[in-house]
Every structure is written in C-alpha cells, then in structure tokens.
C-alpha cells in the first residue's frame, strides 16, 4: 500500500474573503493548484479572494509554469473584469519565492508579499492599510511581543 507523505491544507474564509492553502511535505504542485483551483470554484468571485500560501513546510518545487498556471487560472475566473488582490506567500527564505521570476509582472492584478511569519501574513492580507501595516511590522523591536493574531473561523 502505497501511503502519501504529503498534506495540502485548504481553507477558505467567506467572511474575512481570504483563502489559505498549506501544502505539508512533498506534495506534487499540480496537486497543490488543483486544491485551490477546487476550493475556488465554490465561491461566486474567487479572484477577489486574498490568498496566503504558507510554504514553509513545502518541499516541492513551484516553477515559473506553475504561477503562470495560478495567474492565468484567476483572471480566467475573473472573465476579464479587473480586479485587486492581496497574496501572502509564508516561506522561511522570502527570496526563494522570488529568485527566478517577478511575481509583479506575472500577477498584474495581485500585491504579493512575502512573510517568515503565518500571523503577519494574515494580519497583511487583512489589513485596510497594507503600507501602514507593514511599516508597524518593520518598526517593532526585536524580542516585542507580537499582537494577538486576529481569531479566524474557518467555513
């Protein structure tokens, strides 16, 4: 019996508009997108959905085809209407997310940025004021405690 040793977390927030996707081990990136895709596919506007992908225990390999895949996927959901959206990619190395490829021009219609931290990336992607919200983050001292992480239920 062949076991998978691999998990691909999928949440979905309706009410805070915001998806979650947390692939655990070597889980196949055609899989990962799948999950996301399927996930997307309930709601009635999913590109205006947030995201935060949270690849710290990823050990797959995403490639420049893969984000063109999940770029091309959400503004074929869109149908062409134009849209904004906030993606939080949680990764222990910012830059890996970033080394061969730039997630601005492949996404024009999403911010992405990149945490070390799960409960930043959540508290970015809901923040009014992104901007501000990052300068609160770059400014807080070493050792400070975090605030609370805002309490998220899950649909």
Not at 60 to 80: K, P, Q, R
Not at 81 to 95: K, W
Not at 120 to 147: C, E, H, M, T
Request: glycine content about 6%; some cysteine; charged content about 15%.
């Amino acid at each position: 019996m062949h076991e998978r040793k691999y998990r691909i977390n999928v949440f979905v927030d309706s009410v805070r508009m915001m998806i979650v996707v947390r692939p655990i081990g070597r889980a196949p990136i055609v899989e990962v997108l799948q999950r996301l895709f399927m996930a997307s596919a309930s709601l009635e506007t999913p590109w205006l959905f947030s995201r935060v992908i949270d690849i710290r225990r990823f050990e797959g390999h995403i490639t420049l085809e893969h984000l063109n895949a999940v770029s091309t996927g959400f503004a074929d959901l869109a149908g062409g209407q134009t849209y904004d959206t906030s993606v939080a990619v949680v990764t222990f190395d910012p830059l890996s997310y970033l080394k061969h490829h730039s997630p601005s021009s492949l996404m024009p219609n999403e911010t992405t940025c990149s945490f070390s931290d799960y409960h930043s990336a959540i508290g970015w992607v809901l923040a009014n004021d992104k901007i501000a919200y990052l300068g609160i983050l770059q400014n807080r001292a070493p050792g400070q405690a975090k605030a609370a992480p805002p309490q998220i239920t899950f649909a």
